[in-house]
């Protein structure tokens, strides 16, 4: 329509000028769609994150580690709050976004359907893991729908703390022991592929990429920042005296980029469609924690009926 075609040209006009797009703002339904996608699915990416990391807080190697493994997973409770809250303001509800996870029917990070097998995992998903998170969540501090980015702004303060006591846990083992530097080389070997598929397919194979693209909810490409992501990690890497596990991985001294190897594609969309290692299990784990957690959201909202407030809304 052609009064649809004026609004939607203020619209872009709006985001070319960096402005800020808000909740009561007007915006096409296909950019509230997009962002309902992209944020409902991080926020899910935050709390199945606590599962593989929660795994190790009762056999952190000292109280510190313990202390601090426990710190970082409350961080990723409330990342996955704030991003619940922020998708709140696009209209669609709390209980339709986790009835969506807890179907099976939304997607989150294919990183968090991998076992953690030793401590030296924790610390490589602290490194590998947060810091991929990271150079994403800088670039998407930036996006033009103004919830998303104030919630980046606040969760990206917290990833580097995540990212930094990862890298000591793995600069730690890594002047260990031999069997130490054996753990983390081993750990290091299983979770660097599954890491550069977080920033999702090629360019050239995602669909969603154009419009995120041109409204500016992503300002970077998935290739742009997976390259980014390893030429900021591969140096840190060998700081330590690690291998990253990739025989084609040179430095092109004319781009000044690590060219690495292809990506197996077939495995991350076995593992994003359901099939990875861990998939039925965090699934199981998330839907226990919601049952058992129902007398909670019970009796708050019985609270919050006695003091006349609306269930589910702050005071
Ligand atoms: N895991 C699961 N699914 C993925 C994926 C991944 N790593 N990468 C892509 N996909 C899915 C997409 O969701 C899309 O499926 P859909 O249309 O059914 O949703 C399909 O694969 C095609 O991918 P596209 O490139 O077209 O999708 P996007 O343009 O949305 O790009 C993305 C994917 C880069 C993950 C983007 O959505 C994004 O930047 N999301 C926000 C950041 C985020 O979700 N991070 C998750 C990690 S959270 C985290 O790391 C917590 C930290 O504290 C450790």
């Known amino acids: 329509m052609a009064e ?21 703002d007007w915006m096409p339904e296909r950019y509230r769609q997009q962002l309902i996608r992209m944020m409902s699915q991080h926020a899910h990416s935050e709390v199945v994150g606590m599962l593989p990391e929660g795994n190790w807080i009762t056999r952190a190697p000292s109280l510190r580690r313990k202390m601090v493994l426990l ?3 409350q961080d990723e409770a409330g990342h996955g709050h704030y991003l619940y809250s922020a998708t709140e303001t ?37 490194w590998l893991v947060d810091g991929a998170a990271i150079v994403n969540q800088t670039m998407l501090a930036k996006t033009s729908y103004g919830p998303y980015s104030r919630a980046m ?4 303060k917290e990833e580097n703390f ?24 081993d750990a290091l070997n299983r979770w660097w592929w599954p890491t550069l598929m977080m920033f999702g397919p090629h360019d050239k194979d995602s669909p969603n990429s154009g419009d995120l693209l041109r409204w500016k909810v992503k300002l970077k490409t998935n290739d742009e920042l997976r390259q980014r992501f390893v030429d900021i990690t591969v140096p840190q890497a060998h700081a330590v005296g690690l291998t990253i596990p990739d025989p084609e991985l040179r430095y092109n001294e004319e781009t000044g980029h690590w060219e690495f ?16 290692p861990c998939n039925k299990e965090r699934l199981a784990a998330r839907r226990k924690a919601h049952q058992e957690g129902a007398w909670v959201r019970a009796a708050a909202e019985a609270y919050a009926r006695k003091h006349g407030r609306e269930p589910g809304k702050a005071a």
């Open 4 to 24: 649809d075609n004026g609004k939607l040209e203020r619209f872009e006009a709006r985001i070319n000028a960096g402005e800020k797009i808000e909740p009561k």
């Open 71 to 73: 710190a970082k997973v």
């Open 90 to 126: 696009l209209g669609v509800t709390r209980e339709e976004m986790l009835e969506k996870l807890l179907s099976g029917k939304a997607k989150y990070s294919n990183i968090f359907n991998y076992p953690t097998l030793t401590w030296a995992d924790i610390g490589v998903i602290g």
């Open 153 to 156: 702004i606040r969760i990206c």
């Open 162 to 185: 995540h990212k930094k006591q990862g890298y000591e846990i793995v600069a730690t083992m890594a002047r260990g022991t031999p069997a130490q530097r054996k753990m983390v080389q």
């Open 261 to 276: 190897g292809e990506i197996d594609w077939d495995e991350f969309w076995r593992v994003i469609r359901g099939n990875g």
